[in-house]
């Protein structure tokens, strides 16, 4: 069988980590389709003084995303959830987590837009000082919520992503190629990004993750799709040729 389960993707972001870009990819990552996709990168482990750089330039975008409905409004950056029952969870979770120490640096919560005042929002948010074990680690979110977590280096940064019991994507916004090797051989995850939020960006690579966040053998699309669905037949042969015919 091949099936894609679920998933908690990080992004670690080094302090020498060129912030327009981090910035860019953090939020295309976070709060595109509203967060509610598989390759949402809703964790993002910031090594050293990237935190103090980034977050703030972040939160700053976060802010100004127009968040309305898409279908009849194409100045709208960001639509809704997909049903009220999950816009209350996505809500109760930033409240949860904000009761376990969290700082909401950007906050979405019981956003109604004027053109829409009983869709189903939830703004762009950023929970600051996130820890470790606590609930946006272990809850998959699903939702345009980013969490950030204090790193002091690559090492803990690593190890932190890889205690998920997922491992669908990773990223890692960085100009050291050294970092970059570290992290692409290191991490548990089944699409690696460099200086690209969103690894999964060709539809001929095959799609789909490692540990909890696959469940077979070959992967989605590619060859190792056209493979999984392909019967292989093996035909061994051999021929006899009459005795006049060789003689000739």
């Not at 809703?42 to 703030?56: E, K, N, Q, R, T």
């Not at 279908?71 to 029952?85: K, L």
């Not at 948010?125 to 996130?130: A, N």
């Not at 690579?205 to 799709?225: I, M, R, T, V, Y």
Request: glycine share 10%; net charge negative.
């Amino acid at each position: 069988m091949q099936a894609a389960g679920g998933a908690k993707n990080f992004i670690l972001l080094m302090p020498d980590a060129p912030v327009d870009e981090a910035v860019r990819g953090l939020t295309e990552a976070a709060f595109g389709c509203a967060g509610e996709r598989c390759m949402a990168g809703s964790m993002a482990l910031a090594v050293g003084s990237a935190g103090d750089a980034i977050v703030p330039a972040l939160v700053d975008v976060a802010s100004k995303i127009k968040v309305g409905p898409t279908f009849n409004d194409p100045s709208s950056e960001m639509g809704p959830v997909i049903t009220a029952a999950h816009r209350d969870r996505v809500e109760s979770l930033i409240s949860a987590s904000e009761a376990e120490g969290a700082v909401v640096a950007a906050d979405g919560r019981s956003l109604r837009p004027g053109t829409a005042p009983s869709g189903f929002f939830v703004g762009p948010t950023v929970l600051d000082h996130v820890s470790a074990g606590t609930t946006p680690m272990k809850e998959e979110i699903f939702g345009p919520v980013l969490s950030v977590l204090r790193m002091d280096d690559l090492d803990a940064a690593i190890e932190m992503a890889n205690r998920t019991v997922y491992g669908n994507g990773a990223a890692i916004f960085t100009k050291s190629g050294r970092a970059a090797r570290e992290f692409k051989h290191r991490i548990q995850a089944g699409m690696v990004g460099i200086n690209v939020g969103v690894p999964a960006a060709m539809a001929m690579f095959p799609f789909s993750g490692w540990n909890d966040s696959f469940f077979g053998d070959l992967h989605l699309q590619g060859k190792e799709a056209i493979s999984f669905y392909t019967r292989q037949k093996v035909t061994t042969s051999r021929w006899f040729g009459d005795a006049d015919v060789w003689a000739r």
